[in-house]
């Protein structure tokens, strides 16, 4: 028996590598998922490339796998964010689906996302939640190794693939996220990427960390965690998610075995693109983060203001 898994996918302005990475997805030899897809108010022409692909008009390129046009259709059911928390779905559902739920406003990437997590729990009550970000690609035994590993362990609440660099332009793949480590006494660098130098350091196939990469977490359904923090509009989802489920006796591991490619550059870029607001918005999340998390938290304030100081310096000196 394959356990359902619902995977969530936020899209805001980046229908091309949305694109790649739903291709990527109808192409995976798990037999049990649906796929959820959340823009989040895009002011590009995501809705239109989306539809154009699900219809099999649009073909999508990448240097890790080839167009497969026998999966098309893909069948599309549309929702606005207020119809996906007030109806039941009542489609037939299968792998060759795609749920596009339509936001009115960009609400950031951890509302986005629940916004889809309470949707889905109430249409599918899944098995497995997976948050899989768009700029990234699968490989295709990827969710089935993910999954057996969860098996093995009750005490297991996330897991994340191996997570390579996308455009990387060396001979050789290089890891861009092993999860990491928290230091929540260390400023600015709380929380820390785990360090390595090769695959042959570790023994078995589960690295267990203090938190994942946001970037694809698979998140067991039944746990006393159900969604992320709201508060957090952009930053620190994932390591705050694994902090509040350790307390339960939770752990968060990486599978060795289990890998996807993501496009980092893409990340960087929306970060420094979205202006003062969007810097705000990471430094309001940073501080969130620390004070559920530091009881100290009181101490770095004047850090923080100094960061929106020369933020603001910079607006000033840029606009003249």
Not at 217 to 228: C, D, F, G, N, R
Not at 258 to 267: L, M, N, P, R
Not at 277 to 293: G, P, Q, V, W, Y
Not at 302 to 319: A, G
Request: hydrophobic letters at 35%; proline letters at 4%; one cysteine or more.
């Amino acid at each position: 028996m394959n356990p359902l898994v619902s995977i969530i996918i936020l899209n805001w302005n980046g229908w091309q590598d949305t694109l790649e990475c739903l291709e990527s997805l109808y192409q995976i030899n798990y037999p049990n998922y649906r796929v959820i897809l959340v823009d989040n108010h895009s002011q590009d022409q995501s809705l239109e490339k989306i539809r154009e692909y699900a219809k099999g008009k649009v073909k999508v390129t990448s240097p890790f796998f080839k167009y497969n046009p026998e999966n098309k259709p893909i069948t599309i059911t549309e929702l606005t964010n207020q119809e996906a928390q007030e109806q039941m779905n009542d489609i037939e559902i299968s792998n060759n689906h795609l749920t596009l739920i339509k936001n009115d406003r960009n609400y950031g990437f951890a509302a986005g996302n629940n916004i889809a997590i309470t949707y889905t729990r109430k249409a599918y009550n899944p098995d497995y939640i997976l948050l899989l970000n768009n700029d990234t690609v699968v490989d295709p035994e990827f969710l089935t190794k993910l999954i057996h590993a969860a098996k093995k362990d009750p005490y297991i609440g996330i897991l994340s693939p191996l997570i390579y660099y996308y455009d990387y332009d060396g001979s050789q793949e290089v890891i861009a996220n092993l999860g990491g480590k928290v230091n929540i006494k260390k400023y600015p660098g709380y929380y820390d990427l785990t360090e390595i130098s090769s695959l042959e350091d570790y023994q078995g196939n589960l690295i267990e960390c203090d938190w994942v990469s946001g970037a694809a977490l698979l998140l067991k359904s039944k746990l006393p965690i159900k969604q992320l923090n709201d508060d957090l509009f952009f930053g620190c989802e994932d390591i705050d998610l694994a902090l509040k489920l350790k307390e339960y006796g939770y752990k968060s591991v990486v599978v060795l075995d289990s890998f996807i490619w993501h496009k980092e550059a893409v990340s960087r870029k929306k970060r420094s693109s979205g202006g003062a607001k969007r810097a705000l918005m990471e430094i309001r999340s940073n501080l969130t983060f620390l004070k559920a998390h530091n009881n100290h938290y009181y101490l770095y304030l004047p850090l923080y203001l100094l960061q929106i100081f020369v933020l603001y310096f910079k607006i000033i000196i840029k606009r003249n």
